[in-house]
C-alpha cells in the first residue's frame, strides 16, 4: 500500500511540475488583476507542496507487514482505476470528433456506473446535467468555446 501511494505522489509531482512549468509562458499579473498564469502557478505550487507533506508521512509511517501484496479487493480497486483511465483516454479522443455534450453524454454515466452507481434517475440526471447543462452554461453563458463536433450537437 506504501508503495503505491509513493507512486501516485510521484505520479502528482510529475503532474504538478507541468503544470508549474507550464504556468512560467504566461503572466502573473496584468493590468487588471491576476493574470492568465496566476492560478495555475499557485495551484501547482500549492498541490505540490501537498504531495510533498503526502510523500513524507507516508514514508515515515510505519508499514504493516504484507502492505504491498495486492489483495481482492485492493485488485478490484485497482481494476476499476484502471477502467477510469481508459475512459478518460478514450474520452480525450472523442472530444473533438463527437463534441462536448456526447462526449460527456456517455462518460459520466460511464463513470457513475463504474463507480458504482445503480439507481437509473439520478444517473440520467447528472448524464444530462453534466453534458447539456455544463455545454450551455461555458458555451453561451461564460462564452467559452467547447468542441461541437461533427454532427452539430
Known amino acids: 500500500m506504501r ?3 509513493l507512486v501516485a505522489c510521484l505520479i502528482l509531482l510529475g503532474v504538478f511540475g507541468t503544470a508549474l512549468f507550464v504556468s512560467l509562458d504566461y503572466s502573473l499579473s496584468d493590468s487588471l488583476g491576476p493574470g492568465a498564469g496566476f492560478f495555475p502557478f499557485w495551484l501547482s505550487v500549492i498541490g505540490g507542496a501537498l504531495t510533498v507533506a503526502i510523500m513524507v508521512q507516508v514514508s515515515r509511517s510505519p508499514a504493516p507487514a504484507g502492505a504491498d501484496l495486492v489483495s481482492g479487493s485492493d485488485r478490484a480497486a485497482v481494476m476499476r482505476s484502471i477502467a477510469l483511465l481508459v475512459a478518460l483516454g478514450i474520452t480525450a479522443a472523442a472530444l473533438e470528433p463527437l463534441g462536448y ?3 460527456m453524454l456517455l462518460f ?4 457513475l456506473l463504474l463507480l458504482g452507481v445503480r439507481s437509473p434517475i439520478p444517473v440520467a440526471l447528472c448524464a444530462l446535467a453534466g453534458s447539456f447543462g455544463v455545454f450551455h452554461v461555458f458555451y453561451h453563458w461564460l ?7 461533427m454532427l452539430g450537437i
Open 3 to 5: 508503495r503505491g501511494w
Open 143 to 149: 462564452k467559452v468555446p467547447l468542441p461541437i463536433g
Open 101 to 103: 455534450r456526447l462526449t
Open 108 to 111: 459520466v454515466p460511464g463513470v
